[in-house]
């Protein structure tokens, strides 16, 4: 468990690739520069998708777990 606090979260769990990174791509629109995202998932393919969507977009992962096939990512907007 993460101590980051997020502006807003987004749960992705039971989606499939591409899902969660459409959700997220989404998501990151609503939010301003500098806020923090929390993004709960459970495919397993988001644990590579993710960091590299934000190196793609300009984004910064702060901080990322995985307990028991639950996935958490904090995602700082560029």
């Known amino acids: 468990m993460s101590d980051i ?3 807003s979260k987004l ?3 039971g989606k499939c690739c591409p899902m969660p990174i459409v959700e997220t791509n989404v998501a990151m629109k609503k939010i301003s520069s ?5 993004i709960t ?3 397993p393919g988001t644990l590579t998708d993710i960091p590299s969507w934000c190196e ?3 984004h910064t ?6 307990n028991d096939g639950i996935i958490q ?3 700082k907007k560029g």
């Open 73 to 75: 990512f904090y995602v």
């Open 56 to 58: 793609r977009a300009g």
């Open 61 to 66: 992962l702060m901080d990322s777990s995985e």
């Open 11 to 13: 749960d992705t769990s």
């Open 5 to 7: 606090k997020a502006n």
């Open 34 to 38: 500098g806020e923090i995202l929390e």
């Open 41 to 43: 998932a459970t495919d």
